[in-house]
Structures are given as C-alpha cells and as structure tokens.
C-alpha cells in the first residue's frame, strides 16, 4: 500500500495555531465575545451550510498565527474569501469521504492527537487545556482533526484506485536515468485557472502571476506571498513542501529548480490546474543507500489456551539449556520450533534488514554477538529464542532505486488524479456563496 507522501497541513497548521500563545487568541475572541453577533449563513454547500461562526473561527485561528506578522496576510476581505474557499473545498471532501464509507476511529483521532501533544512537549490533558485557554471548544477541535484525517483517506483511496504503476514505467524511468538521489527543499505558489479557462482568462493568470514574482523579487517575503496570493492548500504554510526526492515532484519543476541558485525563484511555469511560482530553499544528496541486515536463526513455543505463557516459557527454558549443553542449534529448531517455516531450515530465517521483527526482537538482537545466543524472550505469539549467526552492510541502492521510481510515478499521478477529482467534485456541486461582496446568484425558480 503506497501512502501518499504528503503530510497531512492540518497538522502542521494546528502545530503552528498551538504555539501562537494563549494572547493572541483571547483578544480578538473577547471582543467576538462582547460583539456577540448574530450567526447567519455565509456559503450553502450541496445539503449543507457554512456559517457565519465557522468562518470567523477559521479567520481568528489565522489571524492568530501570524499576530507577530500580520502584514503577511492579505486584506481582511481578500482572507475572508481565501478560507471560505477552502471551507467549501472541505466541505465537499468531507461529505464525499462518508459517502464513500471511509470511516475514522476514535482511537485514530487519539493518535493524531497524541503526536500533536507530543510536537508541542504536552501529554494529552494539557493540549486540552492549551486548546480550551484559546477559547476553543475541545469537541470542534477533535472534530477538526477528524475531518482531516476523512480527508486524508480519502486522498489515498483516489490515489490507489486511480494512479496504477507498471512494471514496465519503472524499467523505462530506471533505464531512461532519471531516478535520481537528490533531494530539493522548494516552496510554491498557486495562481489557479478555473476550469474549462477561456484564452483571456489563462492571459490574465498569467498576468497576476508574473506580477506575484515581480513582486517577490523586489523584495516582497515569499511565505508572505505564497500567504496572500496562493490557492494551494499549503498557502497558510508559506507554501513550503519541505524536503521532497526529485523524483516525487514533476519533471519541468524539478528542471527549472536545477538552474535556480538557493534562495532564488522560478518565472511562471504553466501546470495543469494553473501557474506555479516555485521557489528552491535547498539542494542535498541523499547519500547511500546502505542497511545493517542480520542472519539469525530462531526458535518459537507458542502459548495458547491449552498452553500458559508460564509453560511455554518452561519449554523455551529447558531448550535453551540443551542448546548451552552443546546440542545443535539447527537439531532442537528442527524438533522443537513451532515456527513451521523455519523449523524444517533448523530455525534459519535468512538475511533480514533491522527492525524486521519489530521494536522489542531488534533490542535483542542489538545486544548479541556474533555466534550468541539470546535470553528466553516473549513477544506474542509466544515465547523466542535468537541466535545471532552473522551481520553485514548491505547496498539497498539498486533496491531502493527501484522503489524511489515507483513512488515517483505513484505520487505524480496520484497528485494529477486527486486534482482531477477536486476540480470535477467542485463543478459538479451545488455551491451559493452568500458572504457580502461576493455573493453567487441563488438559481432562478423553474
């Protein structure tokens, strides 16, 4: 199963509206609060409705992040519409993701939560507290985190039904050359086309972009253009992708990063759904590709309702001690091991990179030398013995080379194929913009 190699900008978003401090939110919800405006409709969404009140709260929680900056966002107006946008666009993820039976758990929500916490050097009761100090509700808040992950999964479902690898593209990628090591640190804006664009509107795309770069280069902070004029989902970010393989992003990116010193940006490059201004932070070799692997051979007594753990360890026990006695390791495997592939090899499991076996074997194996044999251990299903034969450095060049053009691939079309499906899903919904100044005609009666 691929997982698309985005991380989720939600997180980061909640990351960042964390560490903005109690202060910069009080204010402006104390004067929400003594203003107490009435709550009205400000976008109808297919059966649903944003409100007035979901949208100040999205515009209190940006304005928020950048208290120290605020010359980085746009007008007010300009913001308003920005987040009413990608609430709209939320909105529609959402109801398709639970049209489609994806279903998040409460133990997933726990999880995103806990790494959260542990990001901002929390435990699970002061991220409560942290979020309720800002005069946010803890309930909006998991149900925020659980719209992400909705949206996340859904992200993936698209991407794995629609965006299929061929053995043969990888041959042709790998043999082309074009499966390379670096990795680039770049940040973008997206200047969006609408769909089905006519000549003068790619003209007048065109023609703001150029004059975001203009601006950029004239001085004007890129986070802080990305921030007032991108309509990527990672706007609010500075538009920053982080550290990304070469081979993950698209080619006529990756090519005009290559000409780019650091700290320098592209002019306009025209893509499927627009213009985008990329801008390179960074360039690194992500060096080789080298793996500790271990060949071990093991011994297994399962427990079971007929077969306490205290029994089982027994007979791991009494094995153990005719193996110290001088038996042969491979003779007691053969006879004794209830791990049936490995018995009938005398309990050989072959070469195996670390962590193969998990987190609590590794520890195990991590404290052997050469020709050793463990401790009695127990991890489910039962209870183990390891001898550690011998370890190596192995090249996974070749390999992971092979697996880098598959997810390159993968996450190139999966990205083409979940923008294809945004756009498709946004023309085909019933969206009525009511928020002043840029309100939709309601459709007329029949």
Not at 132 to 154: A, E, P
Not at 281 to 288: E, F, L, M, Q, Y
Not at 380 to 406: C, F, S, V, Y
Request: net charge negative; glycine share 6%.
């Amino acid at each position: 199963m691929h997982r698309l190699s985005r991380i989720s900008q939600m997180k980061h978003f909640l990351l960042a509206f964390l560490a903005a401090g109690t202060a910069a939110f009080l204010a402006p919800l104390a004067h929400a609060q003594s203003v107490q405006p009435l709550d009205g409709i400000v976008a109808v969404v297919n059966d649903d409705v944003i409100l007035r009140s979901e949208l100040d709260r999205q515009l209190t929680q940006v304005q928020a992040q950048f208290a120290n900056n605020p010359g980085q966002l746009p007008p007010r107006d300009v913001l308003e519409k920005q987040m009413l946008d990608r609430l709209v666009l939320q909105k529609l993820q959402v109801a398709r993701a639970n049209d489609s039976g994806i279903k998040v758990s409460d133990a997933q929500i726990d999880h995103s939560l806990t790494q959260i916490a542990q990001q901002n050097h929390m435990d699970i009761s002061q991220l409560r507290g942290a979020v309720q100090s800002q005069g946010l509700d803890y309930g909006q808040f998991r149900n925020t985190i659980r719209d992400q992950l909705l949206v996340q999964q859904l992200r993936q479902q698209i991407g794995q039904s629609r965006a299929q690898v061929s053995d043969a593209e990888i041959d042709s990628l790998i043999k082309n050359g074009r499966v390379r090591t670096e990795q680039l640190h770049v940040a973008h804006i997206v200047i969006n086309l609408p769909e089905g664009a006519s000549p003068e509107q790619v003209d007048a795309t065109r023609a703001k972009a150029e004059n975001v770069v203009r601006e950029v280069r004239d001085g004007m902070d890129f986070a802080a253009a990305a921030i007032r004029y991108s309509n990527a989902e990672d706007a609010l970010q500075g538009g920053d992708l982080g550290w990304r393989g070469v081979n993950e992003l698209p080619p006529a990116l990756v090519e005009a990063a290559d000409k780019l010193q650091d700290g320098q940006i592209t002019d306009p490059l025209r893509g499927p759904n627009g213009f985008h201004i990329v801008k390179l932070v960074g360039k690194r070799d992500s060096g080789a590709q080298l793996v500790t692997e271990y060949h071990l051979q093991h011994i297994l007594i399962k427990t079971s309702e007929l077969v306490s753990s205290e029994q089982a360890k027994q007979q791991i026990d009494a094995i153990r001690k005719r193996i110290v006695d001088g038996e042969d390791f491979a003779k007691a495997a053969t006879e004794s091991s209830q791990e049936t592939e490995t018995a009938r090899l005398g309990g050989d499991m072959g070469w195996s990179p670390a962590n193969a076996y998990g987190p609590q074997a590794q520890a195990v194996i991590d404290k052997l030398k050469k020709g050793e044999l463990s401790e009695a251990f127990e991890v489910p299903p039962g209870w183990h013995l390891l001898k550690l034969i011998d370890t190596r450095q192995a090249d996974k060049a070749g390999e992971m080379q092979r697996n880098e053009a598959k997810n390159m691939i993968f996450q190139r079309k999966a990205e083409e194929e979940y923008m294809s499906f945004l756009r498709q899903l946004r023309s085909e919904a019933y969206v009525e913009i009511r928020l002043p100044g840029s309100e939709t005609p309601a459709p007329a009666a029949p």
